[in-house]
């Protein structure tokens, strides 16, 4: 029978999966229950992260940082005043996310450890270049996502480690929006787009989900297009290079051919949103 602890604090939550090899940390719990009722896990012990105080909520950090606590619910995110201009697809994010009840339940941390490359978190995060602490007994140590995911449902994650944080770039006061594609309102994405104009208006950063086994960024196409938003050879050109690095699988919610065509449709229609935010 599974055994669920309620550590006060994270060294006390650190310990008892340091000390246990069947231990699994728990958040908000949606996923990890649903798996452990499907019997793909058998925890011996779960360890709820919910009264720890420190890992939830979100503010700015003197440099100007956002820093969001790993068990802050969806809705918080979705509602946050702090996450404004390049920051605010992450809001858009949070906002699409299945619906009421499980924005209400589910955390960021949660939804970013189970890895699944149609959730919506991953590339509004990577798109906001955001850097995940992750801690462990005895030390902590901070990874890009983009490193995160290195595999389908795989990522650095080590046994005995938690996400603690997500880090983000002090917001630029420029325009940034969230596209998905799903069978329906709240369902996984079949396909997904975030992206986000630089301060200056001239370069735009880009991030593909469900096409693959994490988000799709391409920093130097991104370059390339700086001071050419204007011009459609070159937008194709980036969606292009989006399309030829996706990996997309078939499955109930698409075809690989299928989420191959949404990637530039995706791309074109973001980017038309930021526009439309710049009049």
């Given amino acids: 029978m599974t055994q669920i602890l309620q550590p006060e604090t994270l060294d006390e939550a650190l310990a008892v999966l340091a000390a246990e090899d069947e231990a699994m940390p728990m958040s908000g719990g949606a ?12 925890p011996t012990h779960l360890v709820s992260l919910d009264r720890i105080a420190g890992l939830r909520g979100i503010a700015t950090l003197p440099d100007g940082r956002i820093r969001i606590g790993a068990m802050t619910r969806h809705f918080e995110t979705a509602s946050s005043a702090l996450l404004t201009g390049s920051l605010s ?9 299945a619906n009421r009840v499980v924005r209400n339940m589910g955390t960021m941390g949660g939804s970013v ?6 959730a919506d978190y991953l590339p509004a995060l990577a798109c906001c270049d955001a850097v995940l602490t992750i801690a462990r007994a005895g ?31 002090a917001p630029e006061e420029s325009p940034s929006a969230y596209r998905k594609i ?12 975030a992206m986000a104009l630089t301060a200056d208006g001239q370069g735009i950063r880009v991030a593909i989900g469900a096409c693959g086994p994490g988000p799709l960024r391409d920093p130097e196409a ?19 290079r989006l399309v030829a690095m996706a990996d997309p699988i078939d499955d109930v919610r698409g075809t690989a051919d299928y989420r191959l065509a949404l990637i530039p449709r995706l791309v074109r229609q973001g980017l038309d949103d930021l526009k439309k935010d710049l009049r």
């Fill in 182 to 193: 799903a069978r329906v309102t709240g369902d996984f994405a079949t396909a997904s787009c």
């Fill in 222 to 240: 991104e370059q390339a297009l700086i001071g050419k938003l204007d011009d459609p050879d070159a937008v194709t050109a980036l969606a292009e």
């Fill in 113 to 118: 450890a189970n890895a699944d490359p149609a």
């Fill in 89 to 97: 697809v992450l809001r858009q994010a949070a906002g699409k996310i």
């Fill in 139 to 169: 030390g902590e140590r901070e990874l890009s996502i983009l490193d995160y995911v290195e595999d389908w449902y795989e990522t650095a994650l080590e046994e005995g480690e938690v996400i603690t944080a997500f880090t983000l770039p």
């Fill in 31 to 42: 996923t990890l229950v649903a798996m452990k009722n499907a019997r793909l896990v058998e």
